[in-house]
């Protein structure tokens, strides 16, 4: 008998999604859940999640939207009515003057990023990404061909890109900027000086696309809240993507939009014609409830969020090592963890990287946080701080003993 050689098949899967990376807090998350399945008490600080519960005003409208009988396909970019109380929000939240038809409401600000960069960005193109930067940003850049840029805001300019780097980094072949602000991991906020300098950049470039996230906007612990596209002179090159998880705690009724140029609305449409169509009916009309329902409900959350920050500020600053920074806004806390980094832990094995030092803590402290490394800042760690003041602080009381022992 001859012995043949089986050879593995090569993968099925394309080379598109073999490239791209599982998002990094999901695989954290997951992890986390792993352990408390087996019965250990763990804090999860890694996801960016509100604690709270949508508003009760919010559920009734949804409720009343599947008794009225809202239970089929809506237009692709969302209901009018929807598409006009987002106009009226942008009016009188951010001073900005758009029409339904520049609006597009998806499932989630996620998918509304997407759209935007998979409708401008050609294969080769340039995509700048304000470093610490939110985990997808660079996957979707990754799905669309393009070839992302991190530029990186230091500790010492609360990790904010300045106009001066941008100028630097803006090639022939820059076709995007993407930020968040207040920014997922840091909790910097753009003052408007630095965004006119940086609108003030983009005019010099006119080949140059901004995507400006904005969905913390309404946590947002100094007060002013700056859209780039306040600024005339780049208003029509600038996509404006917000969205209802974090301000209004629906986090899983994935609803977010986009506001741009007609044109690329338009293109954004098409995108999601093809790929989902109009987000959930239900969540729509919960979604215009909420936007008629103003922003005392978010505001209220910000207190809470002020404090938790307070509260968990002042415990990080007494733990040896850790450089912090304080946030400005969104839910987190992003220290540098560098002076960890090459110490042994208790079992012998050598903490390298971020990524070391969060499986550590989740091992050793039970808490559970995201490594620098999917931001794009290996030597940071984030935390978020949307729990109970009762856990954040057991949590930080355990990162520093579990500190300690390296
Ligand atoms: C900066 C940033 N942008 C966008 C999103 C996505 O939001 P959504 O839940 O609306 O898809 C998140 C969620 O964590 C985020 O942190």
């Given at each position: 008998?001859?012995?043949?050689?089986t050879?593995?098949?090569a993968?099925?899967?394309?080379?598109?999604?073999?490239?791209?990376?599982?998002?990094?807090?999901?695989?954290?998350?997951k992890?986390?859940?792993?352990?408390?399945?087996?019965?250990?008490?763990?804090?999860?600080?890694?996801?960016?999640?509100?604690?709270?519960?949508?508003?009760?005003?919010?559920?009734?409208?949804?409720?009343?939207?599947?008794?009225?009988?809202?239970?089929?396909?809506?237009?692709?970019?969302?209901?009018?009515?929807?598409?006009?109380?987002?106009?009226?929000?942008?009016?009188?939240?951010?001073q900005?003057?758009?029409?339904?038809?520049?609006?597009?409401?998806?499932?989630?600000?996620?998918?509304?990023?997407?759209?935007?960069?998979?409708?401008?960005?050609?294969?080769?193109d340039?995509?700048?990404?304000?470093?610490?930067?939110?985990?997808?940003?660079?996957?979707?850049?990754?799905?669309?061909?393009?070839t992302?840029?991190?530029?990186?805001?230091?500790?010492?300019?609360?990790?904010?890109?300045?106009?001066?780097?941008?100028?630097?980094?803006?090639t022939?072949?820059?076709?995007?900027?993407?930020?968040?602000?207040?920014?997922?991991?840091?909790?910097?906020?753009f003052?408007?000086?630095?965004l006119?300098?940086?609108?003030?950049?983009?005019?010099?470039?006119?080949?140059?696309?901004?995507?400006?996230?904005?969905?913390?906007?309404?946590?947002?612990?100094?007060?002013?809240?700056?859209?780039?596209?306040?600024?005339?002179?780049?208003?029509?090159?600038?996509?404006?993507?917000?969205?209802?998880?974090?301000?209004?705690?629906?986090?899983?009724?994935?609803?977010?939009?986009?506001?741009?140029?007609?044109?690329?609305?338009?293109?954004?449409?098409?995108?999601?014609?093809?790929?989902?169509?109009?987000?959930?009916?239900?969540?729509?009309?919960a979604?215009?409830?909420?936007?008629?329902?103003?922003?005392?409900?978010?505001?209220?959350?910000v207190?809470?969020?002020?404090?938790?920050?307070?509260?968990?500020?002042?415990?990080?600053?007494?733990?040896?090592?850790?450089?912090?920074?304080?946030p400005?806004?969104?839910?987190?806390?992003?220290?540098?963890?560098?002076?960890?980094?090459?110490?042994?832990?208790?079992?012998?094995?050598?903490?390298?990287?971020?990524?070391?030092?969060?499986?550590?803590?989740?091992?050793?402290?039970?808490?559970?946080?995201?490594?620098?490394?999917?931001?794009?800042?290996?030597?940071?760690?984030?935390?978020?701080?949307?729990?109970?003041?009762?856990?954040?602080?057991?949590?930080?009381?355990?990162?520093?003993?579990?500190?300690?022992?390296?």
């Amino acid at each position: 008998m001859s012995s043949t050689t089986t050879i593995a098949p090569a993968s099925p899967l394309s080379s598109r999604i073999q490239a791209m990376h599982e998002s990094a807090t999901i695989a954290m998350a997951k992890k986390c859940r792993e352990l408390i399945a087996k019965g250990f008490d763990v804090i999860n600080l890694s996801f960016g999640e509100p604690d709270f519960q949508t508003p009760q005003y919010i559920k009734d409208a949804a409720k009343e939207a599947l008794d009225k009988g809202f239970t089929f396909y809506t237009p692709v970019p969302g209901i009018p009515e929807l598409r006009q109380a987002i106009c009226d929000k942008f009016k009188r939240d951010n001073q900005l003057d758009f029409q339904p038809n520049q609006i597009v409401v998806s499932t989630g600000a996620k998918q509304a990023l997407a759209n935007a960069v998979l409708s401008l960005v050609n294969p080769g193109d340039e995509v700048i990404v304000f470093s610490p930067y939110w985990v997808s940003y660079e996957e979707m850049v990754k799905l669309a061909e393009g070839t992302s840029v991190p530029l990186v805001g230091t500790l010492e300019n609360d990790y904010k890109v300045t106009a001066a780097q941008l100028e630097a980094a803006i090639t022939e072949r820059t076709k995007l900027i993407m930020y968040s602000s207040p920014c997922n991991p840091t909790g910097s906020v753009f003052s408007r000086q630095e965004l006119s300098e940086i609108a003030a950049v983009m005019a010099r470039h006119p080949q140059v696309f901004a995507l400006a996230d904005e969905i913390y906007e309404y946590i947002n612990f100094v007060g002013e809240h700056v859209s780039l596209a306040q600024f005339p002179e780049v208003k029509d090159r600038v996509i404006t993507v917000n969205g209802f998880s974090k301000g209004y705690a629906m986090t899983g009724w994935r609803l977010g939009y986009l506001a741009a140029r007609q044109d690329i609305a338009a293109a954004c449409e098409k995108m999601q014609s093809q790929i989902t169509s109009g987000t959930c009916s239900i969540a729509q009309h919960a979604g215009l409830a909420a936007l008629r329902g103003g922003r005392a409900s978010a505001d209220e959350m910000v207190e809470a969020y002020r404090r938790r920050r307070d509260l968990v500020l002042d415990i990080v600053k007494d733990i040896p090592g850790l450089k912090t920074p304080t946030p400005s806004g969104a839910f987190y806390v992003f220290p540098d963890v560098s002076a960890f980094l090459g110490r042994t832990a208790p079992d012998g094995s050598i903490i390298s990287t971020s990524m070391d030092l969060a499986l550590y803590l989740l091992n050793d402290g039970l808490v559970s946080a995201v490594s620098g490394e999917a931001f794009g800042a290996p030597e940071c760690m984030r935390f978020s701080t949307a729990a109970a003041d009762d856990k954040l602080v057991e949590a930080f009381r355990r990162v520093k003993a579990s500190l300690a022992k390296l």
